[in-house]
């Protein structure tokens, strides 16, 4: 047998056992090896390091679509010199994961133009690249689901649909105020997520504002009882990106810096 029909046998294999990478770069990987007289053994090692790569690039795509995030702008990307109120070293923190696995909370306020979303996203895409189920959802989307869900007596399944991804983001709550049975929904979903799930949270409210944004300060004091037990709050302090050219045009005048005033903040860092 020739040695490109065994290869071309081999290749036939692996794709049999989706070894879809792998199979692909065979001829080339076994010319390699031969030119730098590679052992056995560390040929064998490079084979199934690209395939365990192949692999996470392929779920971490996977989930990431599932994710239907609005947009895809890494941590990267996020320019933290624009915003200095920012500690880059605990959105490094959180990118980790960790908060995650403990099923802690991130709350992101500040006004409008601040990169909470842009950071909310960034976030997103490094807990599916490290293997979590994450779902991104905008807080009116959100809530019109839940209620849709209770009309139509489904509500139990949403519920149970909504606490299974290890990261739930819901984004911009506070830009619409939230009728009764929204808030109660809503609660309902903090409740059974608590201490099994993480929510990331983005609002241009302070914690002070949510009384309104519910309708009801017994409600909004409920669900922050269970987001803050385990969080992490960040305060973004500085301007809008998306003003930032027109400000720099002379178009528009530098606004009052966004404040948080009359809320008791803990400070940024995950607690135990």
Request: glycine fraction near 6%; hydrophobic fraction near 40%; aromatic fraction near 6%.
């Amino acid at each position: 047998m020739s040695a490109g029909v065994q290869i071309e046998r081999v290749q036939e294999q692996m794709r049999r056992l989706k070894l879809m990478r792998t199979a692909e770069e065979l001829p080339l990987l076994l010319q390699q090896a031969s030119k730098d007289e590679q052992a056995y053994s560390d040929f064998l090692e490079e084979l199934v390091s690209r395939e365990l790569a192949a692999k996470h690039d392929r779920l971490t795509t996977m989930k990431t679509t599932m994710a239907r995030f609005p947009f895809h702008k890494t941590l990267e990307s996020f320019d933290f010199k624009f915003q200095p109120s920012l500690e880059p070293k605990v959105i490094k923190e959180l990118a980790t994961g960790r908060f995650i696995a403990d099923a802690d909370n991130v709350l992101l306020l500040g006004p409008p133009g601040v990169g909470k979303t842009h950071l909310a996203v960034g976030l997103g895409l490094k807990a599916c690249a490290s293997g979590y189920r994450t779902t991104f959802t905008t807080a009116s989307g959100l809530i019109a689901s839940l209620v849709k869900a209770h009309q139509e007596n489904r509500l139990e399944e949403k519920l149970k649909l909504l606490v299974q991804p290890k990261l739930l983001i819901i984004d911009e709550i506070g830009y619409l105020p939230i009728e009764r049975l929204g808030a109660n929904l809503f609660f309902q979903l903090v409740s059974r997520r608590y201490e099994r799930g993480s929510i990331l949270i983005t609002s241009n409210q302070s914690l002070a504002g949510w009384g309104a944004v519910f309708g009801d300060q017994v409600i909004a004091t409920a669900i922050l009882d269970r987001l803050l037990h385990h969080s992490t709050i960040l305060n973004i302090k500085g301007e809008s990106y998306r003003l930032k050219e027109k400000r720099k045009a002379g178009l528009l005048t530098r606004s009052e810096p966004y404040t948080t005033a009359g809320v008791e903040s803990p400070a940024p860092a995950t607690e135990a």
